[in-house]
């Protein structure tokens, strides 16, 4: 009997990777994790469609059964597109693209990358707007007909790769917060000959400063220990 977690590395590999979130989780990893543990079915992925569910009954040994219509409908695979003169420049569809699929700046014209675009859906309600649509790619293609292994493994890799960078950025703007608080300390405890009145808002600061710092570091701690383990 294989262990949990090398169970859902292998039902992760047969999900389509659009990291849609139909399943009801927030990736295919964590979704093939719930499968994994018993924790949620076999038949709540969309994207894999028909398909899909017989990719992964056939892996767990159980029988092939319908798509939950609670998750969606197997349909054919669609890209999402940006009308260019409508798109105000808010990155609210860049923050949510799982795949990194979008490119754009702030306050300047988004656009999407078809061939990296899952087809997820997770840009069109963020968008104030309403300039994102999502447009058939594939003809009457759905579930693994419109989709293959190859850009399976690349959505995989894409999405792991942003899952790293943000963290990565977190990682550093919490440093810097905290580098910048204690500085703000440091610079506190160094004033003299203050009045009672602001000698008491020098505390006032110094305490509001170490609450901060302590629940930065409270923070790093977890995600360090999540990460370890």
């Not at 409908?73 to 260019?84: G, K, L, N, S």
């Not at 710092?213 to 220990?225: D, G, I, L, N, S």
Request: glycine share 6%.
């Amino acid at each position: 009997m294989p262990s949990p977690a090398s169970l859902a590395d292998r039902i992760d590999a047969v999900l389509p990777q659009t990291q849609c979130t139909k399943c009801g989780y927030a990736g295919c990893h964590p979704y093939a994790e719930a499968i994994a543990k018993g924790e949620a079915n076999y038949n709540q992925c969309p994207p894999g469609g028909a398909e899909g569910i017989t990719r992964l009954a056939r892996l767990l040994g159980k029988p092939v059964i319908p798509l939950n219509p609670h998750n969606g409908v197997e349909r054919p695979r669609p890209v999402a597109v940006i009308d260019e003169a409508l798109c105000i420049g808010c990155t609210l569809c860049i923050q949510a693209c799982p795949v990194d699929a979008i490119v754009g700046a702030a306050k300047q014209m988004h656009t999407v990358l078809p061939a990296l675009c899952t087809g997820c859906d997770l840009c069109v309600a963020p968008c104030p707007v309403d300039c994102i649509a999502m447009v058939n790619a594939n003809g009457d293609k759905t579930g693994w007909d419109a989709w293959s292994p190859k850009q399976a493994d690349a959505a995989r890799a894409r999405f792991e790769f942003r899952t790293m960078r943000l963290k990565r950025e977190k990682d550093e703007n919490d440093a810097r917060l905290a580098a910048k608080a204690a500085a703000k300390l440091k610079a506190l405890e160094s004033e003299v000959a203050l009045s009672p009145e602001l000698k008491a808002e020098q505390a006032r600061k110094k305490a509001v400063i170490q609450a901060a710092m302590e629940r930065a570091r409270q923070r790093m701690a977890t995600a360090e220990q999540e990460k370890q383990g």
